[in-house]
């Protein structure tokens, strides 16, 4: 059974960082992309951050571009987000998302999905 499973959301300044955590079980990250999405209320869910190991990929949405660095440890099943400079427009619930996508951006593309980890940023 393959699960997802997010940690590190919480409430911070503008400004402020956060690392989130998610720790993948029964796949394999050299055959599986992790994605961050993320979902504010009212709006649509983007994807942020995408870690592919088997391409030796890395993308990031222009919005995070410069303050959020994605990595991951292959080896422990784990994709980190760390979050730099963030704002009150970060603030959504950030879920990770696996699948062997072509489009990091289509989340139709993905198998699996954590339950997400809220994340608030405030002013």
């Known amino acids: 059974e393959v699960e997802l499973v997010e940690s590190g959301g919480g409430l911070v300044q503008a400004g402020g960082s956060l690392t989130l955590s998610c720790v993948a079980s029964g796949l394999s990250l050299e055959n599986y992309a992790i994605t961050w999405w993320r979902q504010a209320p009212g709006k649509e869910r983007e994807a942020v951050a995408c870690f592919d190991r088997g391409l030796g990929d890395i993308h990031y949405a222009d919005a995070v571009k410069g303050r959020f660095t994605i990595s991951g440890k292959i080896r422990e099943k784990t994709v980190f987000l760390q979050m730099n400079d963030l704002t009150p427009d970060d603030t959504a619930v950030y879920y990770c998302?696996?699948?062997?996508?072509?489009?990091?951006?289509?989340?139709?593309?993905?198998?699996?999905w954590g339950q997400g980890t809220q994340v608030t940023v405030s002013s």
């Open positions: 998302a696996a699948g062997p996508v072509v489009d990091w951006t289509d989340s139709v593309e993905y198998d699996y």
